[in-house]
């Protein structure tokens, strides 16, 4: 099934100001994003609602892969549900499939294949193994990054877990922090427990920001210099924060969340509203400094404007 789907572009200056909003035009595509990136030449990537997309500058949505239809030339696999994606220096495409357990290559020929966790298996493949390729067990992962180091970070949500990958021929998987027990505590890598990890986003210095809820209440933390810290926690249902839908983080180190209509950003432990950008989800910053969120029908662009 076909929806409108769009990208809300957003230019940070030094400091956040006034945002004006310009409609720029519609982009046709497939189903309803839930995770998006951007390669270093600028083309963005999205996932979600069954489906993989491609939007490089001045084109149409290319689907890369779907429910319906596996790879782009009908290889292999077929998401079952997409949530997380991430673009690595050589262009390849790792999609975290929720649904499967797994994480997936999209290769340069559009060829879908297991990059680590069950061949699939369906959620008969849930388990927690750190391991070598299709040996190494998740359970629901969802958000995923690359990092500094050029490895992928995902996150395990129902290991409580983050798990790292190294994008070389072993496709060796290892725990980070957290693993098998939840609950919300800070600290050294080893002692740090995590509660369903989901969203997360690298800023400068390797910085990881990511969002736990643990039952119902949603913390904002961070993974920073071999130690977990949270920088905010959701104070009632009404707090924006157990309405998140993404988040992205600039080359200042800000932080920026969707969430409810509304774009954010973190200061001093508040998220304080910029925006509104109805139906937005999934920030996140492409090559020239915008930042870019699918947003449900339209293309739009917000800019800060001076005080």
């Known amino acids: 099934m076909r929806a409108l789907l ?3 572009c957003f230019w940070a200056a030094s400091g956040p100001g006034p945002v004006t909003v310009e409609v720029l035009g519609n982009l046709p595509a497939q189903g309803k994003l839930s995770a ?3 390669d270093a030449r600028g083309t963005l990537y999205g996932a979600g609602g069954g489906v993989v997309v491609r939007l490089a500058p001045g084109q149409l949505p290319d689907v890369l892969a779907s429910e319906q239809i596996g790879g782009m030339h009908g290889f292999d696999a077929r998401f079952r549900d997409p949530m997380g994606i991430a673009v690595d220096a050589r262009g390849l495409v790792y999609v975290t499939d929720t649904g499967e357990n797994v994480v997936d290559l999209i290769g340069p020929d559009g060829r879908v294949t297991a990059f680590v966790g069950p061949l699939r298996e369906g959620n008969r493949g849930a388990g927690y193994v750190d391991a070598a390729g299709v040996n190494a067990r998740f359970s629901q992962p969802t958000g995923a990054a690359i990092a500094p180091d050029g490895s992928l970070y995902v996150a395990d949500a129902g290991n409580h877990a983050i ?3 190294t994008l070389d021929a072993v496709r060796a998987v290892t725990t980070v922090v957290g693993g098998r027990r939840d609950g919300i505590e800070d600290g050294a890598l080893g002692s740090a427990r995590l509660s369903a990890p989901s969203y997360m986003a690298f800023g400068p210095r390797g910085v990881l920001t990511f969002v736990d809820d ?6 904002l933390r961070q993974l920073k210099e071999g130690s977990v810290s949270t920088l905010a926690r959701s104070a009632s249902r009404a707090d924006p924060l157990v309405g998140i839908k993404g988040l992205a983080v600039d080359g200042a180190g800000r932080i920026f969340v969707v969430s409810r ?12 509203p910029l925006a509104d950008v109805p139906d937005a989800r999934m920030p996140a910053f492409n090559a020239d400094g915008r930042l870019c969120f699918a947003a449900g029908g339209q293309l739009r662009a917000a800019y800060f404007k001076k005080p």
């Open 163 to 165: 798990r790292r990958v």
């Open 36 to 38: 998006l990136t951007a």
């Open 214 to 219: 643990d039952g119902g209440t949603v913390f």
């Open 261 to 272: 209509g509304q774009l954010f950003w973190l200061d001093w432990g508040q998220l304080k």
């Open 6 to 8: 769009a990208f809300l």
